[in-house]
């Protein structure tokens, strides 16, 4: 009986030999790729065969392959009896390559569409008859602000009366831009002790602030050449900022200076007066100078000791120890409201002098003023702790009781202070702090910064007018300098 070998296709071992024989020429190395004759013993060999002519160009394609192999027989189990011989197409498992042709641009980049966003387009509004409806009827126009003055707009300089200014807070006079430049200097030196601006002759602009009952107030006058006609000029008064109220009492106190010493103004004050003018001559006449159903003046001759109240009890209950603690907590929580807590003090202080003691006793009070107030960004809150500071040296005792809060370390640095004003009161401040028994600083510099800047404000102070002679006198910078000479 002849033994069958069902390792491979089922084959016995002569017949083997021939098959492997007739089939040398094609592939020598991968015999058992054509003919599966061990697919169970043997890895499978995917590699090009020698013979590939025929793929010119590209030798990695699938592969006819004529045997007489029976599926996987060799896996399944032996081959069924009495089957014919059959065609098995075998696909090689190949690396492509293309050649760089039509197709060189597929490269290994991968592709890329961009960032795809969405797109919202907003499809206009129709109306019920298919009409496209807008709504420019509802539009306003473009808000836009005019400045007093445009510096570089017209190159700078002395410009043209605007087309645009207001009228007023604005006044015409007959005297040219450079007379009313120096005139408007002088007048606002000596309006008020506690005013500071700066003339910038160049472009006929005066900068600067004011406190108005211990609120700031910014502003700016721009003047203007009237319609080409140098010897007329218009100069407007404008608030940048701060207090309102206060902008409004410091115009119409300064416009009752300008139109005295102006020559032949002409303003909003002109025509309120010309309007009230004609109302009264439009109810005159020549009986007692009332005309017909007028009332006559109110009597305001009644009595008013009924109403009379005893103001001692009032300032008894007007100021306490907690309006100091409020002003202590509002500080430390920066509160805005701290600006007029301190104008409420400093109010307080000049008609209720008899409680400087207890704000002295109040040790978190004097050190809030001079460690946090004296250092604050806002010069309304520097003003008002120096003024504060004044009134306490005022006391008995009280400069030697402040030296004891090193008052001098918190009060020299603003000898250098960017606002005129403040310096001003931190001489007022020194001066005060003179008649201690003895001086003391932090460390040397700040002797020297103070011994340099006492120096140049002298220099600085010496022909400046003042709104009041004791407001800055030679003498406060002698008590100064003796003081620091003993140091």
Same mark, same amino acid.
């Given at each position: 009986?002849?033994? $069958?070998?069902?390792?491979?296709?089922?084959?016995?071992?002569? /017949?083997?030999?021939?098959?492997?024989?007739?089939?040398?020429?094609?592939?020598? &190395?991968?015999?058992?790729?054509?003919?599966?004759?061990?697919?169970?013993?043997?890895?499978?060999?995917?590699?090009?065969?020698? *013979?590939? @002519?025929?793929? %010119?160009?590209?030798?990695?394609?699938?592969?006819?392959? +004529?045997?007489?192999?029976?599926?996987?027989?060799?896996?399944?189990? =032996?081959?069924?009896?009495?089957?014919?011989?059959?065609?098995?197409?075998?696909?090689?498992?190949?690396?492509?390559?293309?050649?760089?042709?039509?197709?060189?641009?597929?490269?290994?980049?991968?592709?890329?569409?961009? @960032?795809? %966003? =969405?797109?919202?387009? $907003?499809?206009?509004?129709?109306?019920?008859?298919?009409?496209? /409806?807008?709504?420019?009827?509802?539009?306003?126009? $473009?808000?836009?602000?005019?400045?007093?003055?445009?510096?570089?707009?017209?190159?700078?300089?002395?410009?043209?009366?605007?087309?645009?200014?207001?009228?007023?807070?604005?006044? $015409?006079?007959? /005297?040219?831009?450079?007379?009313?430049?120096?005139?408007?200097?002088?007048?606002?030196?000596?309006?008020?002790?506690?005013?500071?601006?700066?003339? +910038?002759?160049?472009?006929?602009?005066?900068?600067?602030?004011?406190?108005?009952?211990?609120?700031?107030?910014?502003?700016?006058?721009?003047?203007?050449?009237?319609?080409? &006609?140098?010897?007329?000029?218009?100069? /407007?008064?404008?608030?940048?900022?701060?207090?309102?109220?206060?902008?409004?009492?410091?115009?119409?106190?300064?416009?009752?200076?300008?139109?005295?010493?102006?020559?032949?103004?002409?303003?909003?004050?002109?025509?309120?007066?010309?309007?009230?003018? *004609?109302?009264?001559?439009?109810?005159?006449?020549?009986?007692?100078?009332?005309?017909?159903?007028?009332?006559?003046?109110? *009597?305001?001759?009644?009595?008013?000791?009924?109403?009379?109240?005893?103001?001692?009890?009032?300032?008894?209950?007007?100021?306490?120890?907690?309006?100091?603690?409020?002003?202590?907590?509002?500080?430390?929580? !920066? *509160?805005?409201?701290?600006?007029?807590?301190?104008?409420?003090?400093?109010?307080?202080?000049?008609?209720?002098?008899?409680?400087?003691?207890?704000?002295?006793?109040?040790?978190?009070?004097?050190?809030?003023?001079?460690?946090?107030?004296?250092?604050?960004?806002?010069?309304?809150?520097?003003?008002?702790?120096?003024?504060?500071?004044?009134?306490? !040296?005022?006391?008995?005792?009280?400069?030697?009781?402040?030296?004891?809060?090193?008052?001098?370390?918190?009060?020299?640095?603003?000898?250098?202070?960017?606002?005129?004003?403040?310096?001003?009161?931190?001489?007022?401040?020194?001066?005060?702090?003179?008649?201690?028994?003895?001086?003391?600083?932090?460390?040397? %510099?700040?002797?020297?910064?103070?011994?340099?800047?006492?120096?140049?404000?002298?220099?600085?102070?010496?022909?400046?007018?003042?709104?009041?002679? +004791?407001?800055?006198?030679?003498?406060?910078?002698?008590?100064?300098?003796?003081?620091?000479?003993?140091?």
């Amino acid at each position: 009986m002849q033994k $069958v070998n069902f390792s491979g296709n089922g084959k016995s071992n002569n /017949e083997q030999q021939n098959y492997k024989a007739n089939n040398n020429n094609n592939n020598n &190395n991968n015999d058992d790729i054509h003919g599966f004759g061990s697919l169970g013993a043997a890895p499978l060999a995917l590699g090009a065969s020698q *013979d590939h @002519a025929m793929w %010119k160009g590209s030798h990695y394609a699938p592969t006819m392959v +004529d045997s007489d192999i029976h599926g996987l027989s060799g896996v399944s189990g =032996p081959q069924q009896m009495g089957m014919v011989k059959q065609t098995q197409t075998a696909v090689r498992q190949q690396a492509m390559i293309i050649s760089q042709g039509g197709m060189d641009s597929l490269d290994d980049t991968p592709l890329s569409f961009g @960032a795809m %966003k =969405p797109q919202i387009q $907003v499809l206009p509004s129709l109306n019920d008859n298919g009409m496209t /409806e807008t709504f420019d009827e509802f539009k306003s126009e $473009v808000p836009f602000f005019v400045p007093s003055k445009c510096i570089g707009l017209n190159g700078g300089g002395l410009q043209a009366t605007p087309a645009m200014y207001n009228e007023l807070t604005s006044i $015409v006079v007959d /005297e040219t831009p450079q007379q009313v430049l120096e005139k408007f200097s002088a007048i606002l030196s000596t309006f008020s002790n506690d005013i500071d601006f700066s003339v +910038d002759a160049a472009n006929y602009i005066i900068s600067g602030q004011i406190f108005v009952r211990h609120f700031a107030v910014f502003f700016k006058i721009s003047i203007w050449e009237e319609s080409g &006609n140098g010897d007329r000029t218009r100069f /407007e008064c404008r608030r940048c900022k701060g207090d309102t109220m206060g902008f409004t009492e410091f115009w119409n106190e300064i416009e009752e200076i300008l139109y005295a010493q102006f020559t032949n103004p002409k303003g909003a004050k002109n025509d309120l007066e010309d309007t009230d003018n *004609d109302a009264n001559d439009s109810m005159g006449d020549d009986d007692g100078g009332f005309a017909f159903g007028a009332l006559p003046p109110l *009597d305001y001759s009644f009595n008013l000791d009924a109403l009379d109240v005893d103001m001692n009890n009032d300032e008894q209950t007007a100021f306490s120890k907690d309006d100091l603690d409020n002003f202590v907590q509002d500080m430390h929580d !920066c *509160d805005p409201s701290v600006v007029y807590s301190i104008a409420m003090l400093l109010d307080a202080f000049t008609v209720q002098t008899q409680f400087l003691q207890m704000v002295l006793d109040h040790t978190q009070f004097v050190k809030t003023v001079i460690d946090i107030a004296l250092k604050h960004q806002d010069t309304a809150l520097v003003r008002g702790a120096l003024i504060m500071l004044e009134k306490l !040296c005022d006391s008995k005792g009280g400069a030697d009781s402040l030296m004891a809060f090193r008052v001098l370390d918190g009060v020299t640095p603003l000898l250098q202070h960017d606002c005129d004003l403040i310096r001003k009161y931190a001489i007022r401040v020194l001066s005060k702090l003179s008649s201690a028994q003895s001086w003391s600083f932090n460390n040397e %510099k700040l002797r020297r910064l103070a011994t340099v800047k006492v120096s140049e404000c002298k220099s600085k102070w010496a022909q400046s007018n003042f709104a009041s002679n +004791d407001f800055i006198q030679p003498q406060m910078f002698e008590n100064i300098h003796q003081k620091l000479i003993k140091v």
